[in-house]
T-cell receptor, first 113, second 109 residues
Framework: KAGVTQTPRYLIKTRGQQVTLSCSPISGHRSVSWYQQTPGQGLQFLFEYFSETQRNKGNFPGRFSGRQFSNSRSEMNVSTLELGDSALYLC????????????FGEGSRLTVL | AQRVTQPEKLLSVFKGAPVELKCNYSYSGSPELFWYVQYSRQRLQLLLRHISRESIKGFTADLNKGETSFHLKKPFAQEEDSAMYYCALPGAGSYQLTFGKGTKLSVIP
């Protein structure tokens, strides 16, 4: 079956702009989580959604938001972009979340100039 | 607070030599621990989880609660083992994982 699909794969934005990233989970998976990966901080948890409800949020400012649709697809949005938001944003899906196995997408690489 | 420490950023070993990737953690209670791996140009994927007690691709990991460690071991390294390895455990909230910063394993032919 198809893996986790993230779009776009690469994007370049300037400071102050906003960006929306999309994630399509594996069919049947209802949990979608998002992680930010940077060389300095590694993988950091952003948020997790299950059946359109955010169940957990990491320690990120309110500029980072997300949502999940009824078909389990998820989007995350970053407003008022800062240089430090440059990162690889990874989406992962799993059947139910919790401590189950996470299936990761290839990521969306965001560069903020 | 939940924390995962992988002390080595880079580990280089010769093919056929034993490999040990270190992972230490701090966690309240009995954690479920994971090793994830990312091969070149591939997605991050689960390698093994301690609860299953499996050996995957020749790798094993034993949870040592006394030393709060979950080191990943393989007796004979292969070139195809070269990758980034991440240790992870459940985060502060539910439904999240806390990852270590990763160790890059390089197996020298």
């Amino acid at each position: 079956k198809a893996g986790v699909t993230q779009t776009p794969r690469y994007l370049i934005k300037t400071r102050g702009q906003q960006v929306t990233l999309s994630c399509s989970p594996i069919s049947g998976h209802r949990s979608v989580s998002w992680y930010q990966q940077t060389p300095g901080q590694g993988l950091q948890f952003l948020f997790e959604y299950f059946s359109e409800t955010q169940r957990n949020k990491g320690n990120f400012p309110g500029r980072f938001s997300g949502r999940q649709f009824s078909n389990s697809r998820s989007e995350m949005n970053v407003s008022t972009l800062e240089l430090g938001d440059s990162a690889l944003y990874l989406c992962a899906s799993s059947l139910t979340g919790g401590s189950g196995e996470l299936f990761f997408g290839e990521g969306s690489r965001l560069t903020v100039l | 607070a939940q924390r995962v420490t992988q002390p080595e950023k880079l580990l280089s070993v010769f093919k056929g030599a034993p490999v040990e990737l270190k992972c230490n953690y701090s966690y309240s209670g009995s954690p479920e621990l994971f090793w994830y791996v990312q091969y070149s140009r591939q997605r991050l994927q689960l390698l093994l989880r301690h609860i299953s007690r499996e050996s995957i691709k020749g790798f094993t990991a034993d949870l040592n609660k006394g030393e709060t460690s979950f080191h990943l071991k393989k007796p004979f390294a292969q070139e195809e083992d070269s990758a980034m390895y991440y240790c992870a455990l459940p985060g502060a909230g539910s439904y999240q994982l806390t990852f270590g910063k990763g160790t890059k394993l390089s197996v020298i032919p």
